[in-house]
């Protein structure tokens, strides 16, 4: 949002280290936008970083880029349509290389590969050229896998999932933001030559995975993953009533999903239905789920009674959540409570009575609530490489098969 | 098949009635409070308790409202009477699993006065600087003037020029922002303030994120506990409200000169307290609050899904209001390397402060916040002190 003129600009950026941007003042990093309808000015930024779930709002001062002109002609003249001197032949002769070599054991050495090839082959200065030639490569040697074998292309899609999580850890967020489209297309491509329910699931959840929840229900409707996904990015930005009907779907879907239930019923709690609300926050507290879920549907279960003036209940239900929870949060709140009712003794001891060094790896249910579903990203990650290790001699017999005839001749 | 149940159902009956005859098998006596015997603040009410079946529960009732359970001996619990001087009726009742029951009741007694004195003292403690930002020594008190919102001189009943001890809580943000340099320097920071301490000050140290990572008590002979601090590794988000609570319940216990020193960025984006609810239990005690703030004030909000970025703004204007209303004050800290020389600051100026004793010399007894002002009369000077009390 331009603060000067209020008016919203929605881009997306990729920011990539080490390279310059004045961030109210200091030198943090660099922005490309890739909308240049942009005017210059100042702008708020919300960064959703890895380091701290909460996206934090930065202010940006954003100037002039390359002229897009000088930089046709720049592109234009370039020598070579990858970088580092490398042929196309030579890198679709090594991407079918990686594919041929994938095995269950070796999948994230091959991502690793596949990130060093494509690291090698593009470059910043020309890179619409060198990302369309690498994509086109990619394409090619993929729609040749598909019209061999069309379960091949799952291995293959599975290892750029997994490529995604490499430039991930290596931070490169312009590769990541560049290889994410690419994929999307190639999974429109997967789905064209398989046409079964079971593909279709999988091609949505390779889409979630990738932060294309939006497509990935276009595809399955009741993708778990998307579903929790966008109910979260509606809850973020305030869309409460969005953000409940995605979590009733997903709940609809699978009525065990503890984690989509509490969010449904915070949802309720915020359309202002109570009592909606109480029903599931209490079927989450006595269910088996993960103890933070639990911990705040009491937490929340306590507000009720409290800002319906029945602190006495608010107290007793956060007496009874202590008997097997010891999220920090309920001592807190409970001590609140018996403060507000002018039971100061029993505050201090509820206090005394709180455990203070916590597991090392055991945040507070309120900061869990705010990070990214990542059990539930490794669950699809997890369902996918199962349908994934079926097809792995698919894949191997389909590289073989459509190798070029120098490769082929050769083996 | 009905036939059996029936007669199952009859022979139930039967026992019961036969069990319900022997319900003296349960007795209850009061042991403490004695009949007559005043009753105030934290006091244990004990039973004596016996019964030929097993008990279900021993309940506990001050003034006609359920304040306590038992299940097992000791039948005892503490309960705070307050500072009322009224007569107060306490009742136990305890039941044993097949329905048996007794109760025991007393009526504690008040003192007998001709006229009852108010006797709340407030504390404020006052902050004196020259144009220099120097603090101004030698005041007496009658070199201070404290009034109420309406004008009403208040008399100063105690005074005391900085020998009071000290009770501190070091509230210290070791969220993820905080890992490695940044937390070092923190520590560093928390030996400068231990540095300026006497021995009989009591200073607990916090390592806080979303959660309460450690908390330990510093003794003058155990200043070395703070080394084990260094062990936590900072990660996690920022719940300050949620941990400022905490610790102003911490030292409502304790004696002397009560703080609390905050370092932190300050946002909060993860506390299940809104800091009104804060502001209302730190009007209502008498420490005060440093905010030694760490972020960069250029910089914007965090938003979460529990606060909305102009939500996390209204949480951190609220706080620095909680600061200003305690007699505290915000220090910015622009880099890590200033941290050490802000906690020797607040050390400083806490031990040079003034601590004034009021009694209000109207009273409202209706939980409002009453603003008050401090003068002292002498040209040129700067005062600081809290901004009022809660007349309750």
């Given at each position: 949002m331009n603060p000067d003129t209020g008016r919203e600009v929605p881009v997306e950026i990729a920011l990539e280290r080490e390279q310059p941007l004045e961030v109210a003042g200091q030198m943090v990093g660099a922005a490309l936008l890739s909308s240049p309808s942009v005017p210059e000015g100042r702008y708020w930024l919300e960064v959703d970083g890895n380091a701290s779930p909460n996206p934090r709002r930065i202010l940006v001062e954003l100037v002039g880029g390359e002229d897009p002109a000088t930089a046709a002609v720049e592109e234009a003249e370039a020598?070579?349509?990858?970088?580092?001197?490398?042929?196309p032949e030579e890198v679709e002769r090594r991407y079918r290389d990686i594919l041929e070599k994938l095995r269950p054991d070796t999948m994230p050495a091959s991502a690793r590969a596949l990130a060093d090839l494509e690291i090698a082959a593009t470059?910043?200065?020309?890179a619409d050229r060198q990302m369309k030639t690498l994509s086109k490569i990619e394409e090619n040697v993929l729609q040749d896998l598909g019209r061999s074998s069309?379960?091949?292309l799952l291995p293959a899609l599975y290892l750029h999932v997994l490529l995604d999580g490499e430039y991930m850890r290596r931070g490169d967020a312009w590769r990541m933001g560049h290889h994410r489209f690419r994929l999307e297309s190639f999974v429109g491509f997967y789905l064209r030559r398989t046409r079964s329910q079971g593909a279709r699931s999988l091609a949505a959840k390779i889409l979630a995975l990738m932060g294309r929840p939006q497509e990935a229900l276009e595809i399955a409707p009741r993708e778990e993953l998307a579903l929790l996904q966008l109910g979260m990015a509606a809850e973020r930005q305030g869309r409460h009533h969005q953000a409940r009907d995605y979590f009733r779907r997903l709940v609809e879907t699978r009525p065990s999903h503890d984690h989509g239930r509490l969010r449904l019923a915070i949802a309720l709690r915020r359309t202002g239905d109570p009592a909606g609300a109480r029903t599931h926050f209490s079927r989450v507290a006595r269910g088996t789920g993960p103890g933070w879920t639990r911990s705040l549907a009491y937490q929340e279960l306590a507000e009720l009674e409290f800002e319906a003036r029945r602190s006495q209940a608010a107290v007793t239900l956060l007496r009874q959540a202590l008997e097997g929870l010891d999220d920090q949060a309920l001592y807190l709140q409970l001590a609140y409570y018996l403060d507000q009712r002018g039971e100061r003794s029993e505050a201090f001891a509820v206090l005394n009575a709180?455990?203070?060094?916590?597991?090392?790896?055991?945040?507070a249910s309120r900061y869990r609530y705010n990070l990214k579903p990542e059990a539930e990203k490794a669950a699809a990650l997890g369902a996918l490489e199962s349908a994934v290790t079926t097809h792995l001699p698919d894949l191997r017999v389909a590289v073989s098969a459509t190798a070029p005839d120098d490769a082929r001749g050769s083996r | 098949m009905g036939e059996r149940h029936s007669r199952s159902a009859m022979l139930l009956l039967l026992w019961l009635t036969v069990t319900g005859a022997a319900m003296a098998g349960v007795t209850v006596e009061l042991e403490?409070?004695?009949?007559d015997e005043p009753a105030y603040g934290l006091t244990e009410i004990r039973a004596e308790v016996a019964s030929d079946d097993p008990l279900d529960v021993v309940q506990f009732f001050v003034d006609g409202e359920l304040v306590g359970l038992a299940?097992?001996?000791?039948?005892s619990i503490r309960h705070?009477?307050?500072?009322?001087?009224v007569e107060h009726h306490v009742r136990v009742v305890a039941k044993d699993i097949l329905g048996g029951r007794d109760e025991a009741s007393v009526a504690t007694g008040f003192y007998a006065v001709d006229e009852e004195a108010a006797v709340a003292l407030f504390q404020l403690f006052v902050n004196v600087t020259d144009r220099s930002g120097r603090g101004v020594e030698?005041?007496?008190?009658?070199d201070f003037k404290v009034a109420d919102d309406e004008g009403n001189r208040q008399e100063i009943v105690g005074f005391d020029a900085g020998n009071l001890p000290l009770s501190a809580v070091l509230l210290v943000d070791a969220s993820e922002?905080?890992?490695g340099e940044a937390l070092d320097a923190a520590l560093a920071g928390v030996q400068s303030f231990l540095g300026g301490c006497e021995p009989e000050d009591e200073v607990l140290v916090g390592l806080f994120s979303d959660r309460l990572h450690r908390l330990v008590t510093v003794t003058d002979q155990d200043r070395?506990?703070?080394?084990?601090?260094?062990?936590v590794v900072a990660d996690g988000g920022t719940a300050v409200n949620d941990h400022l609570y905490y610790a102003l319940n911490r030292l409502?216990?304790?004696?002397?000169?009560r703080v609390v020193i905050l370092l932190s960025?300050?946002?909060?984006?993860?506390?299940?307290?809104?800091m009104e609810q804060v502001l209302w239990r730190a009007r209502r005690s008498q420490a005060i609050t440093y905010w030694l703030r760490l972020d960069d004030p250029k910089s914007g909000a965090f938003a979460s899904s529990w606060r909305s970025f102009e939500e996390t703004e209204r949480q951190l204007s609220l706080l620095e209001q909680m600061v200003q209303d305690s007699g505290g004050r915000i220090l910015r800290v622009?880099?890590?390397?200033?941290i050490d020389d802000a906690f020797a600051r607040v050390i400083r100026e806490l031990k040079a402060a003034y601590v004034l004793g009021f009694q209000p010399?109207?009273?409202?007894?209706?939980?409002r916040w009453r603003p008050v002002t401090v003068k002292v009369d002498v040209p040129g000077v700067r005062v600081r002190a809290r901004a009022g009390f809660v007349d309750e």
């Open positions: 020598e070579t349509d990858l970088a580092g001197d490398l042929e470059s910043r200065q020309n069309p379960g091949a709180m455990p203070v060094e916590p597991r090392a790896d055991e945040a | 403490s409070p004695r009949p299940e097992k001996p000791p039948f705070d009477f307050g500072q009322a001087n030698d005041l007496g008190p009658s922002s905080m890992k070395g506990v703070v080394n084990t601090l260094s062990e409502d216990l304790r004696l002397g000169r960025d300050g946002s909060d984006v993860t506390s299940l307290l809104d622009g880099s890590i390397d200033r010399s109207v009273r409202y007894h209706d939980g």
